[in-house]
């Protein structure tokens, strides 16, 4: 069956610290990555997507990701948090010319101040 | 303007009754969807409507019914509600374009059955 795992359930950082949320997928062939970020009391919002060409996505609010095909990973980064990233991150995968967006069980992301 | 709205917010109920959620997109897309979030966040589509067709229906029971007028609107009835319908349901659209898939949400309606 296909899936998005997103290892890493609950990240507890300081502001200024770097950040890596892991996300794998297990999809063949070719597909589309995102990552949505859903602050407290919000809805979902796209953070970034990947289609195709550079496979260094960036993002709003300072974040970039990563596509490496060959370990099927889609991990997102930022050098330097903040406090208002608190918020649950959100992977997604969508194959090619298809509707079903299939999406991680979340990382809850907590920044201290 | 808000994108994609869904009413109510919230709706708290017993076991047993009906009730319904509705949503409507005024950013001209062709496809909406219905997502449920669970307590522990996880997100899990239940219905894709293209056009007023449906062409994603998940394992949901049949107690649950959507609903498309027209395009700009996917409504959501519940039938019989049971304490594990308890959850916030988001209605969700895209444009009908596969290069694009990305889903633009709604605030969530959050159900609460007692």
């Known amino acids: 069956a296909q899936s998005v795992s997103q290892h890493n359930h609950h990240v507890i950082l300081s502001e200024a610290a770097s950040l890596e949320l892991g996300c794998n997928y297990s999809?063949?062939?070719?597909?589309?990555l995102f990552w949505y970020v859903q602050y407290p009391g919000q809805h979902l919002q796209l953070l970034l997507k990947y289609f195709s060409g550079d496979p260094l996505v960036k993002g709003i609010k300072g974040f970039e990701a990563e596509f490496i095909k060959s370990k099927f990973s889609f991990n997102l980064r930022k050098p330097s948090v903040q406090w208002s990233d608190t918020a649950e991150y959100f992977c997604a995968v969508t194959k090619n010319r298809d509707d079903k967006i299939i999406f991680g069980k979340g990382t809850r992301l907590h920044i201290l101040p | 303007d808000t994108a994609v709205s869904q009413t109510p917010k919230y709706l708290v109920t017993q076991m047993g009754n009906d009730k319904s959620i509705k949503c409507e997109q005024n950013?001209?897309?062709?496809?909406m969807y219905w997502y449920k979030q669970d307590s522990k966040k996880f997100l899990k589509i239940m219905f894709s409507?293209?056009?007023?067709?449906?062409?994603i229906n998940e394992t949901v029971p049949n107690r649950f019914s959507p609903k498309s007028p027209d395009k700009a609107h996917l409504n959501l009835h519940i039938n019989s509600l049971e304490l594990g319908d308890s959850a916030v349901y988001f209605c969700a659209s895209s444009i009908r374009d596969f290069d694009t898939g990305e889903l633009f949400f709604g605030e969530g309606s959050r159900l609460t059955v007692l």
């Open positions: 950013l001209g897309h062709d496809t």
């Open positions: 999809y063949g062939g070719t597909v589309n």
């Open positions: 409507y293209n056009n007023k067709e449906l062409i």
